[in-house]
């Protein structure tokens, strides 16, 4: 199993411009989120998935957008990216809460700069 | 408004020595307290977590004690190590709600003398 794979590794991008940060799993978990890292947060929830079709806001949700046709892709879209976007992004899923699979499982990240 | 404070915000600790981690949450409703490990330039990993349901959960050289009542938990690294050097965040989740939204602590750079 590869587990959680994000790509790309690095990325910058200038104000204004949009892309997409690409997560996938191999280890059919219902439950896929995305957290943003910055420097004395911690991790904070962008948005998250408890299956395909199905997505919802974390604490912060603004700028970005995501969706989950698959169960094993859960891609993040920068409308416009903005300078306060620059951050590293994560990538974690876990399984079905009903089985007590509570563990969440990191990808490596995405350093993202906005110029 | 942040939920879950943890301190300090850096430790440093002789080899051998106890490290010792503090989290406060403030949600009731939270019913799943884990601790992560992050490497730099890595993705944080599940290193222990507990239930409100006991008080102390030990695996190997790492402990989580929780206080129910003064809704706080922490995380003991006994005889730590240069490799244990990294950086540790609490977090809590509501799992019982149906989601597994973690909220995490701010986190806590942990440097291990030899």
Known sequence: NA??????????????????????QDMNHEYMSWYRQDPGMGLRLIHYSVGAGITDQGEVPNGYNVSRSTTEDFPLRLLSAAPSQTSVYFCASSGRLAAMSYEQYFGPGTRLTVT | QQQVKQSPQSLIVQKGGISIINCAYENTA????????????????LLIAIRPDVSEKKEGRFTISFNKSAKQFS??????????SATYFCAASWVGGATNKLIFGSGTLLAVQP
């Open chain 1, 3 to 24: 587990g959680v794979t994000q790509t790309p590794k690095f990325q910058v991008l200038k104000t204004g411009q949009s892309m997409t940060l690409q997560c996938a």
């Open chain 2, 30 to 45: 939270f019913d799943y307290f884990p601790w992560y490990q992050q490497f730099p330039g890595k993705g944080p990993a």
């Open chain 2, 75 to 84: 995380l003991h690294i006994m005889d730590s190590q240069p490799g244990d």
